[in-house]
């Protein structure tokens, strides 16, 4: 009798133990550190590619991202009781910020994974105006680190403030541009969503380089688990999750995406047909939580000096408003990124037109090729060598070329499939061209690194899609004087006696539709500082706190110019091998041909 | 549909077309070449010739044209370059590169332009002629 009472006991005591594991779990789930070292790290770089501090700097950012995550959660604690109410049914009074509570939860969550030690965020902090959040990575490899250490893209982070303004990509007959999209290569074309911005946001998941996951339905697997699963059945419906996931799914989902064990499959966890079609809608409603979060005045603010001059409540400095002139006048800025206002074309002519009747996003919505050089630190060039999973990134090494819009129309390597077969036949037109991002908050940093620009003290920062450029003092140079200074060598390679980004600009990645509007601007190094300036006014957190600005807890760096900021870790390209054949050779092809 | 619907219907649809796509520019119907066209820029692997005209409206973005060669009756070779045309300024400067041309090699050419659609502008300047270095 006593040893079975002892028995019950125990069962009791496992089930109140197990009980609070559980429950601490489920609350404490999102902090979980890394699983990273359970695999072999990878590491096809040579010497000095990495950054010396990147596993620190990894772990600071995971540290910043879970507290950000831990208000979010406080955030959605604090929502009021939802009513569910109305024809059609809407979530009165609290449905916007409970919409976009659930997208910051997810955007936050690095258990959106295979890891578990990668989240959206992870690539893209407030501070930075959601750009790249490591200043030794932006200054380096440009591309960051995925769930695997260390896969990592080609191109940096794009900013996506402002980005669920990008309208569809359509392809405008009358004007013959392409319009719209969103990702660098406007390959989030909102074709099926509608929303170019959702559907960027169901890229990284499943991005072998950087969420990683091997399978769309794993996204809505790790949510099924998620803490906030409460809140996504109260937006999106009860029920939301009734998927029956296979055993196995746990193991397929820890595996990352690209590893040779599912033989090129996208598709490996096996629920059924109805099963999937659920998992896929959970994807979408994922896609449309964090762009209504994107789309919230926490991200997309209008807070800027900017604004709060457009509303006659800020004097611009006699620099900035210089620097708007030049933006609009000599600089021809505003040709592509809109200012919305007139061209005052006259030293001492004053801009008396009216704001235009749209939103002042300095974007034209459309892609450029600004004949930017090819960076060799790049870390996309390196991973040419199978990793422990058995994937390789970029099997053409220096071969690769990133032709941007041109290889999206083609559905050609490194880019999507297009869903557009009448947009082919524009891909030579296209080639090298990039999206026009929104300049809006290009100089946002962390308040205790004010500035982009050495000597500082400064936030590093990478700019265009490859990082060539350090600061927006080179950008605007570049802009400036890319012909003027304009050597056929590639960048670490310029002749003796000049300094690349100064008077030496190496040639183009792409030399095919190299945008002419600048080049040659005449411009004055005062002047070139006064653009910067304003560029400067465009950052939100003017009129109001920029929300989560604050939680950078890393260290500025000082000293230096912008002028040459981090020249010092200049490296020479190697001899460019022609572009792979898998690129430059997928009809139509490219014209002229790219050596 | 009455009146008011049709009033309705139609500035909805320009908003929402205004929104998606660069302000188009009314075209002009006399474009002129107001300066150049001259030789910008010539090294040994790039030259860069440039001309401006009045603005000539019409499509955000324009190719300036270059027909060049070193027979001036057989212009066989073309070069063109795009520009963003910004609808506030007076004028437009269009630039073209010519890459990797024959050193020490005298060309002959013309400027014109045509907007993205493929549509020609009018204007087309007399043959000029530069000497690489």
């Given at each position: 009798?006593?040893?079975?009472?002892?028995?019950a006991?125990?069962?009791?005591l496992?089930v109140?133990?197990?009980?609070?594991?559980?429950?601490?779990?489920l609350?404490?789930?999102?902090?979980?550190?890394?699983?990273?070292?359970?695999a072999?790290l990878?590491?096809?770089?040579?010497?000095?590619?990495?950054?010396s501090?990147?596993n620190?700097?990894?772990?600071r950012?995971?540290?910043e991202?879970?507290?950000?995550?831990?208000?979010?959660?406080?955030?959605?604690k604090?929502?009021?009781?939802?009513?569910?109410?109305g024809q059609p049914?809407v979530?009165q009074?609290?449905?916007?910020?409970?919409?976009?509570?659930?997208?910051e939860?997810?955007?936050?969550d690095?258990k959106?994974?295979p890891?578990?030690?990668?989240a959206?965020?992870?690539c893209?902090?407030?501070?930075?105006?959601?750009?790249?959040?490591?200043?030794?990575?932006?200054?380096t490899m440009i591309?960051?680190?995925?769930t695997?250490?260390?896969?990592?893209?080609k191109?940096?982070p794009?900013?996506?403030?402002y980005a669920?303004?990008f309208?569809?990509l359509?392809?405008?007959?009358?004007?013959?541009?392409?319009?719209g999209?969103?990702?660098w290569?406007?390959?989030?074309?909102?074709?099926?969503l509608?929303?170019?911005d959702?559907?960027q946001?169901q890229g990284?998941?499943?991005?072998t380089?950087?969420?990683?996951?091997?399978d769309?339905?794993c996204?809505?697997?790790?949510?099924s688990?998620?803490?906030?699963?409460?809140?996504?059945?109260e937006v999106?419906?009860e029920?939301?999750?009734?998927?029956?996931f296979p055993?196995?799914?746990?193991?397929?989902?820890?595996?990352p995406?690209?590893?040779?064990?599912?033989?090129g499959?996208?598709?490996?966890?096996?629920?059924?047909?109805?099963?999937?079609?659920r998992?896929?809608?959970v994807?979408?409603?994922?896609?449309?939580?964090?762009?209504?979060?994107e789309?919230?005045v926490?991200?997309?603010a209008?807070s800027?000096?900017?604004?709060?001059?457009?509303?006659?409540?800020?004097?611009?400095?006699?620099d900035?408003?210089?620097?708007?002139?030049?933006?609009?006048g000599?600089?021809?800025?505003?040709?592509?990124?809109?200012?919305?206002?007139?061209?005052?074309?006259k030293?001492g002519?004053?801009?008396?037109s009216a704001?235009?009747q749209v939103?002042?996003?300095?974007?034209?919505?459309?892609?450029a090729?600004?004949?930017?050089?090819?960076?060799?630190r790049?870390?996309?060039y390196y991973?040419?060598k199978p990793d422990?999973h058995?994937?390789i990134?970029?099997?053409?090494?220096?071969g690769?070329?990133?032709?941007?819009?041109?290889?999206?129309?083609?559905?050609?390597?490194?880019?999507g499939?297009?869903?557009?077969?009448?947009w082919?036949?524009?891909?030579?037109?296209?080639?090298?061209?990039?999206?026009?991002?929104?300049?809006?908050?290009?100089?946002?940093?962390p308040?205790?690194?004010?500035?982009?620009?050495?000597p500082g003290p400064?936030?590093?920062k990478?700019?265009?899609?490859?990082?060539?450029?350090?600061?927006?003092?080179q950008?605007?140079h570049?802009?400036n004087?890319r012909?003027?200074?304009a050597?056929?060598?590639?960048?670490?390679?310029?002749?003796?006696?000049?300094?690349e980004?100064?008077?030496c600009?190496?040639?183009?990645e792409?030399r095919?539709?190299?945008?002419?509007?600048?080049?040659?601007l005449?411009?004055?190094?005062?002047?070139?500082?006064?653009?910067?300036a304003?560029?400067?006014?465009l950052?939100?957190?003017?009129?109001?706190p920029?929300?989560?600005s604050?939680?950078?807890t890393?260290?500025?760096m000082?000293?230096?110019s912008?002028?040459?900021?981090?020249?010092?870790l200049?490296?020479?390209a190697?001899?460019?091998?022609?572009?792979?054949?898998?690129?430059?050779?997928?009809?139509?092809?490219p014209n002229?041909?790219?050596? | 549909?009455?009146?008011?619907?049709v009033?309705?219907?139609?500035?909805i649809?320009t908003?929402?077309?205004s929104a998606?796509?660069s302000p188009?520019?009314?075209?002009?119907?006399?474009?002129?070449?107001?300066?150049?066209p001259?030789i910008?820029?010539?090294?040994?692997?790039l030259?860069?010739?440039?001309w401006?005209?009045?603005?000539?409206?019409?499509?955000?973005?324009?190719?300036?044209?270059?027909?060049?060669?070193?027979?001036?009756h057989?212009?066989?070779e073309?070069?063109?370059?795009?520009i963003?045309?910004?609808?506030?300024?007076?004028?437009?400067?269009?630039?073209?590169r010519?890459d990797?041309?024959?050193?020490q090699t005298t060309y002959?050419y013309?400027?014109?332009?045509?907007?993205?659609t493929g549509k020609?502008?009018?204007?087309?300047?007399?043959?000029n002629?530069?000497?690489?270095p």
């Amino acid at each position: 009798m006593r040893q079975a009472r002892l028995i019950a006991l125990a069962v009791v005591l496992v089930v109140i133990v197990t009980a609070i594991f559980i429950s601490a779990h489920l609350f404490r789930g999102h902090r979980e550190g890394p699983a990273a070292g359970s695999a072999p790290l990878y590491d096809p770089y040579p010497p000095g590619i990495l950054p010396s501090d990147l596993n620190a700097e990894i772990i600071r950012v995971q540290r910043e991202v879970d507290f950000i995550e831990d208000q979010a959660f406080a955030r959605w604690k604090a929502l009021g009781q939802p009513i569910l109410t109305g024809q059609p049914p809407v979530l009165q009074n609290t449905g916007t910020e409970a919409t976009e509570t659930l997208g910051e939860l997810m955007l936050y969550d690095t258990k959106i994974s295979p890891g578990k030690n990668e989240a959206c965020a992870s690539c893209h902090m407030p501070y930075s105006g959601f750009g790249g959040p490591i200043p030794s990575v932006n200054l380096t490899m440009i591309a960051f680190p995925g769930t695997v250490h260390f896969r990592a893209g080609k191109r940096t982070p794009q900013r996506h403030p402002y980005a669920p303004f990008f309208p569809v990509l359509q392809y405008n007959q009358v004007q013959g541009l392409f319009f719209g999209g969103n990702f660098w290569d406007s390959r989030a074309t909102g074709y099926r969503l509608r929303i170019p911005d959702g559907e960027q946001a169901q890229g990284p998941p499943v991005d072998t380089q950087e969420m990683g996951f091997p399978d769309a339905a794993c996204i809505a697997f790790r949510l099924s688990q998620a803490a906030y699963r409460p809140l996504f059945e109260e937006v999106w419906g009860e029920g939301s999750f009734d998927i029956k996931f296979p055993r196995e799914t746990e193991r397929i989902c820890s595996t990352p995406g690209g590893a040779a064990v599912f033989g090129g499959s996208t598709t490996p966890v096996p629920p059924g047909a109805a099963d999937r079609t659920r998992a896929n809608t959970v994807y979408d409603h994922w896609a449309q939580s964090i762009d209504s979060f994107e789309q919230s005045v926490q991200v997309t603010a209008f807070s800027s000096k900017f604004d709060a001059f457009l509303a006659g409540k800020y004097t611009l400095t006699p620099d900035e408003m210089a620097g708007f002139r030049l933006f609009n006048g000599k600089g021809n800025c505003n040709s592509c990124h809109l200012a919305g206002r007139g061209t005052p074309l006259k030293s001492g002519q004053t801009d008396t037109s009216a704001a235009a009747q749209v939103n002042h996003l300095f974007t034209c919505f459309g892609s450029a090729n600004e004949g930017v050089p090819l960076n060799p630190r790049d870390a996309f060039y390196y991973q040419t060598k199978p990793d422990s999973h058995g994937f390789i990134a970029n099997p053409y090494g220096f071969g690769y070329r990133d032709l941007g819009l041109g290889t999206f129309l083609r559905s050609g390597f490194g880019s999507g499939p297009s869903p557009n077969l009448s947009w082919k036949q524009y891909a030579p037109t296209v080639d090298g061209q990039m999206q026009v991002s929104t300049l809006r908050d290009v100089a946002m940093t962390p308040v205790q690194c004010p500035t982009t620009e050495a000597p500082g003290p400064y936030f590093q920062k990478g700019f265009f899609h490859n990082g060539y450029f350090k600061s927006l003092k080179q950008v605007v140079h570049f802009y400036n004087t890319r012909d003027k200074y304009a050597y056929p060598v590639t960048s670490g390679h310029c002749p003796k006696g000049t300094t690349e980004k100064v008077d030496c600009w190496p040639m183009p990645e792409v030399r095919n539709n190299i945008d002419m509007t600048s080049g040659n601007l005449g411009l004055t190094d005062q002047e070139e500082n006064q653009i910067v300036a304003f560029l400067q006014t465009l950052s939100d957190g003017f009129t109001k706190p920029y929300a989560n600005s604050d939680t950078y807890t890393g260290a500025c760096m000082r000293g230096g110019s912008a002028a040459t900021q981090g020249n010092e870790l200049l490296i020479p390209a190697p001899q460019l091998p022609p572009c792979a054949s898998a690129i430059c050779g997928v009809a139509p092809v490219p014209n002229p041909p790219i050596p | 549909m009455n009146r008011a619907h049709v009033i309705w219907a139609i500035s909805i649809l320009t908003v929402s077309l205004s929104a998606q796509v660069s302000p188009r520019s009314q075209e002009t119907t006399r474009m002129r070449i107001i300066q150049g066209p001259e030789i910008e820029l010539a090294k040994e692997h790039l030259t860069i010739i440039n001309w401006t005209t009045n603005n000539p409206g019409g499509s955000p973005v324009q190719y300036g044209v270059v027909h060049y060669g070193t027979d001036p009756h057989n212009l066989l070779e073309t070069a063109k370059s795009p520009i963003r045309l910004n609808p506030d300024h007076s004028s437009t400067v269009f630039r073209v590169r010519l890459d990797n041309l024959k050193p020490q090699t005298t060309y002959y050419y013309t400027v014109g332009s045509i907007q993205a659609t493929g549509k020609s502008d009018v204007v087309k300047s007399s043959v000029n002629h530069f000497t690489t270095p």
